[in-house]
């Protein structure tokens, strides 16, 4: 069994997908308490490190899983990507979460790692950083392939564009090209309780069936509903929401109800027979995004939004409510972590097979 240290693993979505291939995640490092702690009641068994990188002695810390672990993901955040022009990786500053990463993975020579970003990482500079990502890991050995995966290619309702970078040691292996069935904002959400503003609670019990494959496999082994809890909108929000109607937005709004929001979907109802927009960390605004309930005068739940970063219903979320959207947004969706770790499996297994075909030679 393939072991995997996640590094700035956030709530752990690609923890949880990564299990479920059957990777025994051993190690998670994550700054945030709060999130530290969901990561752990959700992942039992792993041992997690709450602590800022940058403050671990690398060799100290990581010495006892050298040769023991096969596998390190993580996302860590490189401002400096957005920079133009040519500058050192490791050179610039706003790059420092980047450097750590690098450095574990220098010291414990995995024979795979995962690098997830924005897809900036591989497009910024002319390119000038995903040359100098491959110069950097090439030189410690690695053969990489990288590419700017879309979650909705891979079964998750939401079109959310991230950036990956797989390396293997001594070899290559490729990122998976997404042909799942494709999944909408109904397909994922359309059994959960039709809440109105201000109401629901952290536990509940299930009132409808499910009326999806998807829905289906999302509650597979809950017997309860978690984190499905309507923002309590204000009186002038509640008005604007009664002005849209389905698959409608600001565009029909009177100008006394016009807003200043910069962001792109603001006071839009999701479509219900499309995929969402990106989830971010502010779903629970509807000035924030396309993230207002396709009929519902509410903007989304967590829950809701959990639902569409493909999350299982007995996947918990801890803590206050900002949290919580900060673990569902800033996650990289389990399915789409879960087709990642089926072509590095894969590729074990294929090699296995060719040693054991040498040795019977």
Same mark, same amino acid.
């Given at each position: 069994?393939?072991?995997?240290?996640?590094l700035?693993?956030g709530?752990?979505?690609?923890?949880?997908?990564?299990?479920?291939?059957g990777?025994?995640?051993i $190690?998670?490092?994550?700054?945030?308490?709060? !999130?530290?702690?969901?990561?752990?009641?959700?992942?039992?068994?792993?041992k997690?490190?709450?602590?800022?990188?940058?403050?671990?002695?690398?060799?100290?810390?990581?010495?006892?899983?050298?040769?023991?672990?096969?596998l390190?993901?993580?996302g860590?955040?490189?401002?400096?990507?957005s920079?133009?022009?040519?500058? @050192?990786?490791?050179?610039?500053?706003? @790059?420092? $979460?980047?450097?750590?990463?690098?450095?574990?993975?220098?010291?414990l020579?995995?024979?795979?790692?995962?690098?997830?970003?924005?897809?900036?990482?591989?497009?910024s500079g002319? *390119?000038?950083?995903?040359?100098?990502?491959y110069?950097?890991?090439? =030189?410690l050995?690695?053969?990489?392939?990288?590419?700017?995966? @879309?979650?909705?290619?891979?079964?998750?309702?939401?079109?959310?564009?991230?950036?990956?970078?797989? *390396?293997?040691?001594?070899?290559?292996?490729?990122?998976?090209?997404?042909?799942?069935?494709?999944?909408?904002?109904?397909?994922?959400? #359309?059994?959960?309780?039709?809440l109105?503003?201000?109401? *629901?609670?952290?536990?509940? =019990?299930?009132i409808?069936?499910?009326? #999806?494959? &998807?829905?289906?496999?999302?509650?597979?082994? #809950?017997?309860? $509903?978690?984190?499905?809890?309507?923002t309590?909108?204000?009186?002038?929000a509640?008005?604007?929401?009664?002005?849209i109607?389905p698959?409608?937005?600001?565009?029909?709004?009177?100008?006394?109800? $016009?807003?200043?929001?910069i962001y792109?979907?603001?006071?839009?109802?999701?479509?219900?027979?499309?995929?969402?927009?990106?989830?971010?960390?502010?779903?629970?605004?509807?000035?924030?995004?396309?993230?207002?309930?396709?009929?519902?005068?509410?903007?989304?739940?967590?829950?809701?939004?959990?639902?569409i970063?493909?999350?299982?219903?007995?996947?918990?979320? &801890?803590?206050?409510?900002?949290?919580?959207?900060?673990?569902?947004?800033n996650?990289?969706?389990?399915l789409?972590a879960?087709?990642?770790?089926r072509?590095?499996?894969?590729?074990?297994?294929?090699v296995?097979? !060719?040693?054991?075909?040498v040795? #019977?030679?």
């Open positions: 069994m393939l072991k995997m240290i996640d700035f693993s709530v752990g979505g690609l923890s949880y997908g990564f299990k479920q291939e990777v025994e995640v $190690l998670a490092n994550e700054i945030d308490k709060d !999130i530290a702690y969901a990561y752990q009641q959700n992942h039992p068994g792993v997690v490190i709450n602590e800022d990188i940058t403050k671990l002695d690398i060799e100290s810390t990581f010495q006892q899983y050298k040769e023991k672990v096969q390190i993901v993580g860590p955040p490189c401002q400096g990507f920079q133009k022009g040519s500058r @050192n990786i490791l050179g610039d500053e706003r @790059n420092f $979460l980047f450097r750590y990463y690098y450095k574990v993975v220098k010291f020579k995995p024979k795979y790692f995962l690098i997830e970003n924005v897809p900036n990482m591989l497009t002319n *390119g000038y950083f995903k040359k100098e990502i110069r950097l890991f090439e =030189d050995g690695y053969k990489l392939d990288s590419a700017i995966l @879309n979650a909705y290619d891979f079964g998750v309702p939401q079109l959310r564009r991230r950036a990956f970078v797989l *390396g293997k040691l001594d070899g290559a292996v490729s990122l998976p090209i997404g042909f799942e069935e494709q999944t909408t904002v109904w397909d994922a959400i #359309s059994d959960l309780a039709f109105e503003s201000g109401e *629901g609670q952290e536990v509940q =019990d299930y409808y069936e499910p009326q #999806s494959s &998807y829905q289906r496999k999302m509650r597979k082994n #809950s017997l309860k $509903l978690y984190n499905h809890v309507a309590k909108h204000s009186d002038i509640l008005e604007r929401l009664k002005l109607p698959e409608m937005g600001r565009e029909v709004l009177p100008r006394e109800h $016009l807003t200043k929001s792109s979907g603001t006071w839009t109802r999701m479509v219900k027979d499309e995929p969402s927009a990106t989830i971010t960390t502010r779903f629970d605004t509807p000035s924030s995004g396309k993230f207002t309930h396709p009929y519902l005068n509410r903007a989304i739940t967590v829950r809701e939004a959990a639902r970063q493909s999350f299982p219903d007995d996947f918990i979320f &801890y803590g206050s409510k900002t949290s919580q959207m900060k673990q569902v947004g996650a990289v969706p389990p789409l879960q087709a990642i770790a072509v590095i499996k894969n590729d074990v297994i294929q296995e097979k !060719i040693n054991l075909s040795k #019977s030679s």
